[in-house]
């Protein structure tokens, strides 16, 4: 189910530079119950990535009407938000009078087992690195090539996802995920200042494990931390948080703090949907 700038439809212009160039950003979400799980915190990091792109934000007003449009339609499903800077003349530079496309897909929502989330995930370290790029940094934009080729790397289905560095050895992300470490009981994740993708739900991990007292810290962390902490979880919004069991011959248990930040995210999602899932 597709809404391009507003109408049912299946196609964009193939002028559009989201097509052509990978000019655009995005985020992706889960409905459940007809709920879109923290939209304003999704529509906000949207916001900020146009502004950083020079794409003008169709806003608020205009985007969360359409959502809601779709959840009319479908209760439970993945919700993805695409905004482009739009079709224009062939050509790198960016055209001052484009209007930005934006084309919003609610997708079945493929289950990721309770088991992932109890009893934790296999990892790798990915050979790919993720090039350093200030000016892109923590952006969710539309060119995911680099995750490609680390995606690429396995398919051994009882490996959950992987790590991946940056050019210089340090811990970054994983392929769709950001990665927490604790140590000392102190939340640990890296910093994505240089690149990576400062994903939402790992704002609200950060938040929720402040309002419980638990130190953060958001840094750069070598790769060699992770023989260090007493535990390692993932993050997205579709997946939650996945405990981190194994990575070579490094092995964890899903760990109190790990426990604790995943029953007040459960929590806070039931207060998102009115305590309907």
Not at 102 to 114: A, D, G, I, W
Not at 154 to 168: F, K, P, S, T, Y
Not at 178 to 198: I, M, W, Y
Not at 206 to 226: Q, S
Request: hydrophobic share 45%; net charge neutral; with cysteine.
């Amino acid at each position: 189910m597709l809404l391009i700038n507003g109408r049912y439809g299946h196609c964009i212009e193939a002028a559009d530079r989201g097509f052509q160039y990978g000019d655009g950003v995005f985020t992706t979400l889960p409905v459940l119950a007809g709920h879109p799980i923290f939209l304003p915190l999704h529509l906000m990091r949207l916001a900020g990535d146009c502004g950083r792109l020079g794409i003008p934000f169709p806003g608020d007003s205009v985007l969360e009407p359409e959502v809601r449009q779709l959840c009319r339609v479908k209760s439970h499903g993945v919700l993805k938000i695409q905004i482009t800077r739009g079709a224009g003349p062939r050509g790198y530079r960016p055209i001052a009078d484009t209007q930005p496309t934006r084309v919003l897909s609610l997708q079945e929502h493929v289950s990721h087992s309770c088991q992932a989330s109890e009893q934790g995930v296999r990892v790798k370290l990915c050979r790919s690195r993720l090039g350093v790029n200030p000016a892109l940094a923590g952006i969710k934009h539309m060119n995911r090539l680099e995750q490609i080729l680390a995606r690429s790397e396995w398919d051994d289905v009882l490996i959950r996802e992987g790590l991946m560095l940056d050019n210089a050895g340090a811990l970054i992300e994983g392929t769709m995920s950001n990665v927490f470490l604790v140590v000392g009981g102190r939340l640990v994740t890296p910093d994505v200042s240089e690149c990576g993708v400062a994903g939402v739900m790992r704002s609200v991990v950060l938040a929720l494990a402040e309002a419980e007292g638990i130190g953060t810290e958001v840094r750069r962390v070598a790769v060699d931390e992770l023989g260090a902490a007493s535990e390692v979880f993932l993050t997205n919004s579709l997946i939650r948080i996945w405990p981190v069991v194994a990575l070579d011959n490094l092995a964890w248990t899903v760990g109190p703090v790990t426990q604790r930040l995943h029953r007040q995210l459960v929590a806070r999602i039931r207060a998102e949907t009115g305590g309907t899932v």
